[in-house]
């Protein structure tokens, strides 16, 4: 590993300016991964272990940003479908990285092949899905409180944006 030009080429006055924006982005992804995981925790037929799942998406960030990728969580759509569907074997997940990987590999952009609308359509698809699990669904399934604090965190981030609205819900 040899960086271009040594550390010359860094512009070190900018850093501290980024403080915040890198602070934002630590609070608004774990605030993410515990919705990630309560949701599917919605699915389960028995608890699981948030600590341990926490452990897990900080050690595979920490592992994506040693590689220079970006942050994440769960695929918690992708893993309750599958749910849905009766897939109970690991295989779903193995397929679904192997795909991914090679689609990483391959030399052209393959959503270049699906019109703009197709793809936006199942994105809103996906929104109004989740939305519905949220705001809807999960109203049977929490305290009247955590439930009021669900509607203004969503009141919030729709008004103010979502480092904004997720920081003042």
């Known amino acids: 590993f040899r960086l271009y030009n040594g550390f010359e080429g860094i512009a070190w006055s900018v850093l501290p300016s980024q403080i915040p924006t890198v602070i934002g982005l630590v609070c608004v992804v774990a ?30 960030n920490v592992a994506s940003g040693a590689c220079g990728g ?38 052209i952009d393959v959503l270049q092949f699906f019109p703009g609308f197709y793809i936006g359509g199942i994105m809103a698809f996906f929104g109004v899905d989740i939305m519905l699990d949220w705001l809807v669904h999960s109203r049977s399934k929490v305290s009247l409180p955590e439930y009021g604090l669900l509607l203004l965190t969503f009141l919030l981030v729709m008004s103010l944006g979502v480092i904004e609205g997720c920081a003042a819900g």
């Open 31 to 60: 605030f993410g991964s515990v919705l990630d995981i309560a949701a599917i925790q919605t699915e389960q037929p028995y608890p699981l272990d948030f600590d341990g799942e926490l452990r897990m998406i900080g050690v595979s």
């Open 70 to 107: 970006f942050t994440g969580s769960y695929i918690f759509s992708q893993t309750i479908f599958s749910q849905r569907q009766g897939v109970d074997s690991t295989l779903n997940g193995w397929i679904v990285g192997l795909g991914e990987f090679v689609l990483f590999l391959v030399p």
